[in-house]
């Protein structure tokens, strides 16, 4: 897997955000992937703001996540068609 380094610095403030525990689960051959999902209405208010219905938002944006080092991941959803990065 290719990591690509972020151009930018992004200060979130974790602290004040709100949040809910998931599972993981192993996924592929052999367990090759370790999957978490994102609950539904979280995307489906993400899609809203963006004035797309849900169906929409699934076919036109991609999660890209960020490694941070260490135990931090950032997930942000970009346009399909915006970002030439690979899905894996």
């Known amino acids: 897997m290719v990591i690509k380094e972020a151009k930018r610095a992004i ?7 709100p949040f809910s525990v998931h599972k993981l689960r192993k996924s ?13 209405v979280v995307i489906w208010h993400i899609a809203r703001g963006k004035g797309l219905t849900l169906e ?3 076919d036109q944006y991609r999660a890209v996540c960020y490694y941070g080092g260490g135990d931090s991941i950032l997930f ?5 068609e915006a970002n030439n990065r690979t899905e894996e």
């Not at 200060?11 to 955000?17: K, L, Q, V, Y």
């Not at 942000?76 to 399909?80: D, L, P, S």
């Open 28 to 40: 592929g051959l052999n367990g090759a992937s370790i999957v978490a999902t994102f609950p539904k």
């Open 76 to 80: 942000r959803f970009e346009k399909a």
């Open 56 to 58: 929409q938002f699934i």
């Open 11 to 17: 200060e979130f403030p974790i602290e004040e955000a």
